[in-house]
């Protein structure tokens, strides 16, 4: 099993349609990220977390909110989808300073929005 | 500012060439961690090595190999005797003292058998 788990893996919205991406992890990492992965664009940061009660816009975080229900849980909202939203979505967890922030991914959500 | 540079967009080698992917950094930090990921065509993004800016030690993983260069800011990634499984977008990262990471654009390799 996935050490960080993605739901769901692919989903196709509409336009204006709510969209809630769930990220779970089992690696027992206090920092949680979402990233949006776009052709051409590289990764970009949306939102971090760096525990349960600390939440942080990345840069693109316009369209976008987050909960962090958890520690091991971390959901990215779209509240109104629009098409320029279709991309793939990235969970990723780091353990913090002591283990060299290494960041590990998830494997990925594509979301189309029609 | 803190920014990765991967000049390569698309290589493209035979099987059992070498080759090497170039990454440039550029950061103001004194620490920060350097890192690069595989992502094949079924979309995850695996993590392959992390060096800290005081370890410039070269480092070596199977065909795999690293040239960390802090004169040059850079961090290039090679593979020997390339193989069609290599094939994949490969990201060099920088980790900023925010926690954050920042990525290159990306190179794609085409390893052709």
């Known amino acids: 099993d996935a050490d960080v788990t993605q739901t769901p893996r692919n989903r196709i919205t509409k336009t204006g349609k709510r969209i809630m991406l769930e990220c779970s992890q089992t690696k027992g990492h206090d920092r949680m990220y979402w990233y949006r992965q776009d052709p051409g664009l590289g990764l970009r940061l949306i939102y ?14 316009d369209g976008y909110s987050v909960s962090r229900q958890a520690q091991a849980k971390f959901s990215l909202s779209l509240e109104s989808a629009i098409p320029n939203q279709t991309a793939l979505y990235f969970c990723a967890t780091s353990a913090g300073e002591q283990a060299g922030n290494t960041i590990y991914f998830g494997e990925g959500s594509w979301l189309t929005v029609v | ?11 493209s080698v035979v ?4 080759v090497t992917l170039d990454c440039v950094y550029e950061t103001r930090d004194t620490t920060y961690y350097l890192f690069w990921y595989k992502q094949p065509p079924s979309g995850e993004l695996v993590f392959l090595i992390r060096r800290n800016s005081f370890d410039e030690q070269n480092e070596i993983s199977g065909r795999y190999s690293w040239n960390f260069q802090k004169s040059t800011s850079s961090f290039n990634f090679t593979i020997t005797a390339s193989q069609v499984v290599d094939s994949a977008v490969y990201f060099c990262a920088l980790r900023s003292n925010t926690g954050k990471l920042i990525f290159g654009q990306g190179t794609t390799l085409q390893v052709k058998p």
Not at chain 2, 1 to 11: G, M, P
């Open chain 2, 15 to 18: 099987e059992k060439e070498d």
């Open chain 1, 48 to 61: 971090y977390s760096f525990d349960v009660k600390d939440i942080n816009k990345g840069e693109i975080s």
């Open chain 2, 1 to 11: 500012a803190q920014k990765v540079t991967q000049a390569q967009t698309e290589i």
